[in-house]
T-cell receptor, first 113, second 113 residues
């Protein structure tokens, strides 16, 4: 099992460019999440998907869109990147029980110039 | 605003000593989780304590939960250099049919050999 995988690992964009961050999990988990991590801010939830076919906004959704393509994959899209979106992005998944932990991917380090 | 706040923000100890990190939160929770993050990596789940539990052990880890004070502590006994990492608490609560998990800002632990 690969767990949670993310691509790319690193990305540099210019302001206004678009890109999609990919995430996949092979644990048959229903729930998937996208977080961003900034120094001194902990992790903040961008979007989540409680199950295939559903997505909902988290704490900081502005400037992002998501797609839950199937049970395995959950992508995050930046339509017009801004310097404020420079961050490390983590994808996570979780099984169905209320007492299950989240499993995290290795992260994508994004710099917007 | 962050649900969980860790204290201290940074901690430096000698190998073999115990390390204690605290987490305070604001609303009622379903469970509280502790995660570890090595530099440049994703978060790894350490331990989960349910709201009706007061103490839990896992190897060298001991977690306590006081729901009346809305606080938790993570104790790492007999620390090792390999324990150097950032540690995050995360509170989970049910919100509109979804389990909302909120991360704190973390404690950076350095264990000096």
């Amino acid at each position: 099992n690969a767990g949670v995988t993310q691509t790319p690992k690193f990305q540099v964009l210019k302001t206004g460019q678009s890109m999609t961050l990919q995430c996949a999990q092979d644990m048959n988990h229903n729930s998937m999440y996208w977080y961003r991590q900034d120094p001194g801010m902990g992790l903040r939830l961008i979007y989540y998907s409680a199950s295939e076919g559903t997505t909902d906004k988290g704490e900081v959704p502005n400037g992002y869109n998501v797609s839950r393509l199937n049970k395995r994959e959950f992508s995050l899209r930046l339509e017009s990147a801004a310097p404020s979106q420079t961050s490390v992005y983590f994808c996570a998944s979780r099984g169905g029980s209320s007492y299950n932990e989240q499993f995290f991917g290795p992260g994508t380090r994004l710099t917007v110039l | 605003s962050q649900q969980g706040e860790e204290d201290p923000q940074a901690l430096s100890i000698q190998e073999g000593e115990n390390a204690t990190m605290n987490c305070s939160y604001k609303t009622s929770i379903n469970n509280l989780q502790w995660y570890r993050q090595n530099s440049g990596r994703g978060l790894v789940h350490l331990i989960l304590i349910r709201s009706n539990e007061r103490e839990k052990h896992s190897g060298r880890l001991r977690v306590t939960l006081d729901t009346s004070k809305k606080s938790s502590s993570l104790l790492i006994t007999a620390s090792r250099a390999a324990d150097t990492a950032s540690y995050f608490c995360a509170t989970a609560r049910n919100s509109g049919g979804y389990q909302k998990v909120t991360f704190g800002t973390g404690t950076k632990l350095q264990v000096i050999p």
